[in-house]
Each structure stands twice: as structure tokens, then as C-alpha cells.
């Protein structure tokens, strides 16, 4: 017999067992009380006789069954320590999220258990120029933001969101505080209702960071310290985990908050700008950093997406997250070159534009083309060319010469900047200098590749 078949037999009983105290019992002694000619037996003791009855009913009626105490050993059952806190697994070897801890032992009792996954995850990869900003949709409706590009880029970061339909941001992550980073962090946090702040303890004294700072406390957020071992909350189906840094640096590139993402049979790591130290901890950690969607380290800068750490990851999608043209050379053929030869399909913002990864548990699927990189000997450079796209996603490899009627068209630049928008575009937002698209052109400013203005 079930245990669910005693429960519910012993509550049928316990019913009527109180039927009886409720009306048999009572009106059993009154009668024999009234009608004494019936028994030879005293009143008194027949009183007492049923008053004991009674208080056996009312014990039995009120007792509860018994249930075995689980076993330390049970399936399923958390263990933790004397304080009731869940133990987390010790360092130097990979990591079992609660998700799949529930899956192993679902397959020892019932056989194996598949990822099912319903629902799509989207993540945003969202053109900033020579900054990142990520944008993450769960299942469960829940939503991620991680940095939110330089400190112009806060209106544009603010707009797109809106434009998913959100209003709520559940999680914001500023994954080290440089100005390319959380730049518009203060505009998203003063903008959107705010779940929580993720930072890493490694502070900063620019004005930028105090910006952000000065927003969550407006906002009376309290900042989760951004460490190995922290889980994130995006709801059932997805498990996210900050798996770096693993000790505080003191290059703040290293401190960066690196990300492991999973929903169904499908992952995703998000590196910020960690290098070769940070990432040479995470292996030693061993962490799962397993995945198929790489968002490479530092711009796709030299000085991160190690060898080893690659090898581990094994992406089959790259992402680089960089601006046309930048001072610093992002992304360096030594990385394109890596990514190439793994058998990576790899997505440029710089090239691309804004790239959508959609996840629907099994498989991943973008928005857009990849480019076309031709692995090479390290004495030779990597030919880097986009897939047919639009002409917007393109950069000539010199300004253009100005055509005629160009002197008649104008657009707009900033004071540092290095691209021409139309009016109204969202990198316009802190400063706005008309000029004409001739003098854009001689100067050799880009073309926004997010406002795409005449060229």
C-alpha cells in the first residue's frame, strides 16, 4: 500500500472518529442516562465509563501518523550545514548547478533525463561602438542587462530597451568599472525599475563610477558583489552563475564579472574585459565554462581569449563587441586567427551591427550573417570580409571622396567622436555639432552604423 493510500485511510477514520464525539457519543449518554431502567449499571459509572470512552476518541482522533526521518542520503534532499545554509561545492573542481544536481538524480531512479526546454532566450549584443552592452530576455520574462556602453551611449541603451517592451530590469550587471562599461549605467538605473545591481568589489575614482554609485543609492539598491560561486535568478529554465573573478585584482580588466549562462542544451559565457590572468584562475577553479556562444574577452583584444581558455570553452559562435575604426586595433588578427582555426563562426558589432542570439533550448540562431575569416599562419594576416549584408554594416577601408551635392547635406558629429549621425540619433545626446556631409568625409568620420546616415 502507498503511502498516499495510509494517509488518506487514516483521515477517513479520523473523520469518523470525531462523528462520534461530535453526536453518538453525547447522545448515547444522555439516553442511557434518562432511560436507567434499560442497565443495571449505576449512573455514576456509567458516566465515568463514557467520559473515559471520550478522552480515548479525542486522543486517538488527534494523533497524527507517523513518518519515517529522511535520510541523510535521499535523492534529491539538499544537504546543508548547522545553519540551514546550502553548502556550496568546494574549489578546484567543476562546479553542479542545483538544476543539474536535480537532473543526475532524477536519472538514477527513472532513467535518463533530457533538457527539455520551452520558451526562447535572447540575448542582445548591442552596437555601442568601441564599448559592450548586453541585453538578456529569459523564459521565464525575466531580464539581464550587462554594462550599458560609454556615457553617450546611455539614452541609445535606454531606447532600445524600451523598444523590447521592458520596464523592469530584473538583474544589472557592470562588469568592472570602466567608462566603456557602465558609461550609461546611471541612465538604465534612474531610467527602469531595478530587481538588482551586480558589481564587482574592485572600486574605482572617476566620476563615471561615482555616477553609477550615486544612482543606486537614489534608488536605494543595495550592489551584490559580483564573485565566483554567486548564482543569478532569471527564472525556471535558465541557470546563470558568476563564475570570475576568483580574487580581486589589481587590473580592473581582470576583475571583470565573467557569466555562464544555460537554458536547455544551450550556453552562453560572457567575459567583459577579463584577460589572460583572470581567465588562467577560472581553469584552475574549474569552473564549467563550457559554450556555445562566446563573448569574446576585451574587444577581442590579445591580451585575453587565451589558448587554454578557448580550448576549454570550445564556442561554436563568437561574438566581438568593437567600433569601426577604433584607436586600439580591436579585434587583433592573433584573436580572429584563433576563433578561425577552432571553427568558430564569428559575429562583429563593428561589421554587423547590433546581433540578436535567440536560443530556443536545442539550437542557437542569429539575426544576421557571420563573417568570413580565413584562418593563417601567424606570418600571415587573416582576411577578414563580412557575408553579404546591407551596405550599412559595412566600412570602406577609406573615407570616400565627397561626391557632388554632398556640401548640401548635413549631419551631425560630437565633439570626440569619431562617426556622422542623422539628428535624433542617440550617441547625439550629449553633445551635437552640425557639419556638412562633404566636410564628414574629408575629415574621415565613419557613418553611424545604428542612426545609418547618408554616405
Not at 293 to 317: D, E, I, R
Request: hydrophobic share 35%; aromatic share 8%.
Amino acid at each position: 500500500m502507498s503511502e498516499e493510500t495510509k494517509y488518506t485511510k487514516f483521515y477517513q477514520k479520523q473523520w469518523f472518529m470525531w462523528l462520534t464525539l461530535i453526536f453518538f457519543a453525547p447522545v448515547g449518554i444522555f439516553l442511557m442516562w434518562k432511560y436507567k431502567r434499560f442497565t443495571k449499571i449505576p449512573r455514576t459509572a456509567l458516566t465515568v465509563l463514557f467520559a473515559f470512552i471520550f478522552m480515548i476518541q479525542v486522543a486517538v482522533a488527534g494523533a497524527e501518523p507517523s513518518q519515517p526521518e529522511p535520510s541523510t542520503n535521499t535523492p534529491g534532499i539538499a544537504q546543508t550545514q548547522g545553519n540551514g545554509v546550502e553548502q556550496e561545492p568546494t574549489g578546484g573542481s567543476e562546479e553542479m548547478t542545483s538544476s543539474e544536481s536535480s537532473d543526475n538524480n532524477s536519472s538514477s531512479i527513472a532513467g535518463p533525463v533530457s533538457k527539455a526546454a520551452s520558451g526562447q532566450l535572447k540575448v542582445h549584443f548591442l552596437d555601442v561602438g568601441q564599448a559592450e552592452s548586453i541585453l538578456i530576455q529569459a523564459p521565464s520574462g525575466k531580464t539581464m542587462l550587462i554594462d550599458a556602453g560609454n556615457n553617450d551611449d546611455g539614452n541609445f541603451v535606454t531606447s532600445y530597451i524600451r523598444n523590447q517592451g521592458i520596464s523592469k530590469l530584473d538583474i544589472v550587471v557592470g562588469t568592472h568599472p570602466h567608462e566603456d562599461h557602465i558609461g550609461g549605467l546611471d541612465t538604465v538605473i534612474n531610467t527602469f525599475d531595478i530587481g538588482q545591481v551586480v558589481m564587482p568589489t574592485k572600486t574605482h575614482t572617476t566620476q563615471t563610477y561615482k555616477d553609477v554609485l550615486t544612482a543606486i543609492k537614489n534608488k536605494c539598491l543595495k550592489i551584490t558583489a559580483a564573485k565566483a560561486g554567486v548564482s543569478l535568478d532569471l527564472g525556471q529554465g535558465v541557470t546563470a552563475k558568476i563564475v570570475g573573478p576568483t580574487t580581486t585584482y589589481d587590473d580592473l580588466n581582470n576583475n571583470s564579472a565573467v557569466i555562464h549562462l544555460t537554458f536547455g542544451n544551450t550556453s552562453f559565457l560572457f567575459t567583459g574585459d577579463a584577460e589572460e590572468d583572470a581567465e588562467a584562475d577560472i581553469l584552475a577553479a574549474g569552473y564549467n565554462i563550457r559554450a556555445e556562444v562566446l563573448k569574446v574577452g576585451h574587444h577581442g583584444s590579445s591580451t585575453s581569449t587565451s589558448q587554454k581558455f578557448l580550448n576549454k570553452v570550445k564556442p561554436a559562435y563568437a561574438v566581438i563587441m568593437a567600433g569601426q575604426g577604433n584607436d586600439y586595433g580591436h579585434p587583433h588578427e592573433e584573436i580572429l586567427n584563433k576563433l578561425a582555426k577552432i571553427g568558430a563562426k564569428i559575429f562583429r558589432t563593428d561589421i554587423n551591427g547590433t546581433i540578436i542570439a535567440t536560443s530556443n533550448g536545442s539550437e542557437v540562431s542569429f539575426n544576421t550573417q557571420p563573417t568570413a575569416v580565413k584562418a593563417t599562419t601567424p606570418n600571415s594576416a587573416p582576411k577578414t570580409t563580412p557575408a553579404p549584408t546591407s551596405p550599412s554594416q559595412t566600412k570602406p577601408e577609406t573615407p570616400p571622396p565627397a561626391s557632388v551635392g554632398d556640401e548640401n547635406i548635413t549631419v551631425y558629429k560630437t565633439k570626440t567622436g569619431k562617426k556622422y549621425h542623422v539628428d535624433g540619433c542617440g550617441s547625439l545626446s550629449r553633445s551635437k555639432i552640425e557639419i556638412t556631409l562633404k566636410k564628414a568625409k574629408e575629415q574621415g568620420l565613419g557613418f553611424c552604423s545604428r542612426c545609418n546616415p547618408p554616405r
